[in-house]
């Protein structure tokens, strides 16, 4: 069973702190990572993606990617109230697999 | 541009009943995916298309089934509807293999009773 993982949460920041949320993944030949956030009663949107080991920076947020030690992280510099969501970690494996895998979700609270 | 469209928006089904679901992708998206998230087991993939082909199927039983138009709208349907279909159903589309990620529609929500 191919699985994704998220670190369970809730987590909970100050307004303007970082926001670390973490991820592991089981498929070895998983080729692209998502990072996806979901408010409450709506649908994932979509933040960032990532396909290559190291950083990937947008804006505040920042992708990172460890493919040997099979880890996905996503930071969030100066956090914002409006930040608070459910950030939802997706893979998708490599070749013709266009299946996402996503993990559980980790429920963000920034707090003013 | 009109996102991906899905209706209707909610659904409320008995038991047995059957269901179908609508997904319009975005213009000039290809693939479509189609997810069910329940608060239980989070985001499950049902089966993913691209030029009216499946090419990916999850792990559900066989009265999920689906189809895609030729142009890239798809539907969804459940036959024998149970109480543990109900769900928030997702679809999702790419404009090819979903490599830059997939845009997700509103959803449409079931409630089976």
């Known amino acids: 069973q191919k699985e994704v993982e998220q670190n369970s949460g809730p987590l909970s920041v100050p307004e303007g702190a970082i926001a670390s949320l973490n991820c592991t993944y089981s498929d070895r030949g998983s080729q692209s990572f998502f990072w996806y956030r979901q408010y409450s009663g709506k649908s994932p949107e979509l933040i960032m993606f990532i396909y290559s080991n190291g950083d990937k920076e947008d804006g505040r947020f920042t992708a990172q990617l460890n493919k040997a030690s099979q880890y996905v992280s996503l930071l969030i510099r100066d956090s914002q109230p409006s930040d608070s969501a459910t950030y939802l970690c997706?893979?998708?494996?490599?070749?013709?697999?266009?299946?996402?895998?996503f993990g559980k979700g980790t429920l963000l609270t920034v707090n003013p | 541009k009109a996102g991906v469209t899905q209706t209707p928006r909610y659904l409320i089904k008995t038991r047995g009943q059957q269901v179908t679901l609508s997904c319009s992708p975005i213009s000039g998206h290809r693939s479509v995916s189609w997810y069910q998230q329940t608060p239980g087991q989070g985001l499950q993939f049902l089966f993913e298309y691209f030029s009216e082909t499946q090419r990916n199927k999850g792990n559900f039983p066989g009265r999920f089934s689906g189809r895609q138009f030729s142009n890239s709208r798809s539907e969804m349907n459940v036959s024998t509807l149970e109480l543990g279909d109900s769900a928030l159903y997702l679809c999702?589309?790419?404009?090819?293999?979903?490599?830059?990620?997939?845009?997700f529609g509103s959803g449409t929500r079931l409630t089976v009773v």
């Open positions: 997706a893979v998708m494996g490599g070749g013709s697999n266009y299946k996402l895998t």
């Open positions: 999702a589309s790419s404009r090819e293999g979903g490599n830059y990620g997939y845009t």
